[in-house]
């Protein structure tokens, strides 16, 4: 891949099973839902053990409206660019999105708005990254 790429980045991502939401039981590669929704949730280290409480608080608000929505979350490790989350949602493509997303909304009303907002106000920074997973080019050992 040298003549592929401009850029190579190696860093660590760790799966965060307290934090993933995903009730029907985990599933990093959805059949037929290779479009992704990532949200990086930079954080700062005096800042870490209030982000998480408030991403734990999501998690239950979820759980307790019953969302459809599922996602998965990852925590940086050595060799990533600053500390944050990554929060990983699938679907069948951006439309499939679109549509989950406004079920939540619908679904999460003012209580919703809250629980985000007092995630968000604890953040250092927020970057969003769409696209597509290539399962053609994974590799498993299994």
Known sequence: ???CYDTELDY???LD???TYMPEGFNQTPEGENYRNNHMLYVSPGNRDVVREKMKAVKDFFAKKGSKMHYRVYSSGFGAKGEYYMVAVAAKDDIDLAQKGKANDE???DEGKKVFGELWSNLLKYEEVTGWIRPDLAYSSK
Do not use: A, H, Q, S
């Open 107 to 109: 679904l999460f009303g």
């Open 12 to 14: 660590i991502l760790r």
């Open 1 to 3: 891949m040298d003549k």
């Open 17 to 19: 099973n307290e934090l």
